[in-house]
């Protein structure tokens, strides 16, 4: 089973989309395909997410979706049936850390702290999140964290921009970054689905500085 970081190695920016009607959930996933950004993180803070992951699983092949703010072993359990290939935490428990590690799907469960992500070393989890990202020390405490703790990788999320996500991907503890900025409100209300692809693809290009 490949790892979310392997998933994520060609395209080092996933999009962290909010879906409030399922019915653009595959024109947006194709949109961010084609811009260069497969794997999708739609996260489950909607009524219509898992309609949407569903439907991107089933009509959007290209695409690597998951599953974001998973919060409990019930959306675990029905994310995976709804076809997310791969689940994300803003944090986590000892129940969830089980449900995901049991769900047969790689996992970044969440964390802020130094002392969290010690305890998920010795739980054996070593890819993390980081989140959120900016409002929890940003570059420099990932920077930090990379002497004391080295085993542990991140995808840090929240705050992140176009501008900034070059210096997060520079460190050699972050294998991948989790963003909205492709993904502008206006451009969603009106469809403008170009737009966003257009964005992705800037997005896309920044693996090229790896």
């Given at each position: 089973m490949p790892?979310?970081?392997?998933?994520?190695?060609?395209?080092?920016v996933v999009?962290?989309?909010?879906?409030?009607?399922a019915a653009d959930a595959v024109p947006l996933a194709r949109a961010l395909v084609n811009g260069g950004l497969p794997v999708i993180e739609v996260t489950l803070r909607t009524p219509a997410a898992l309609d949407a992951i569903r439907a991107v699983a089933?009509?959007?092949?290209?695409?690597?979706?998951?599953?974001?703010?998973?919060?409990?072993?019930a959306g675990v359990t029905q994310a995976v049936a709804a076809g997310a290939r791969f689940l994300v935490s803003p944090g986590w428990t000892e129940?969830?850390?089980?449900?995901m590690g049991g769900a047969g799907v790689p996992f970044?469960?969440?964390?802020?702290?130094?002392?969290e992500v010690v305890a998920l070393l010795e739980r054996g989890v070593t890819e993390l999140k980081f989140f959120p990202a900016e409002a929890a020390g940003g570059v420099p405490y990932l920077k930090s964290l990379a002497?004391?703790?080295?085993?542990?990788?991140?995808?840090?999320?929240?705050?992140i921009s176009l501008g900034s996500a070059p210096s997060?991907?520079?460190?050699?503890?972050?294998?991948?970054?989790?963003?909205?900025?492709?993904?502008?409100?206006?451009?969603?209300?009106?469809r403008d689905w170009g737009r966003v692809e257009e964005l992705a693809r800037g997005a896309s290009g920044l693996a090229a500085s790896r």
């Open positions: 790892s979310v970081f392997e998933l994520a190695s060609a395209a080092p999009p962290v989309v909010v879906i409030e009607d089933a009509e959007v092949p290209e695409a690597v979706v998951g599953a974001g703010t998973v919060v409990s072993a129940g969830l850390l089980d449900a970044l469960p969440g964390v802020s702290t130094a002392s002497g004391p703790l080295p085993r542990a990788r991140f995808c840090p999320t929240g705050g997060y991907l520079a460190l050699p503890n972050v294998a991948c970054v989790g963003g909205t900025w492709m993904l502008p409100a206006d451009a969603l209300a009106s």
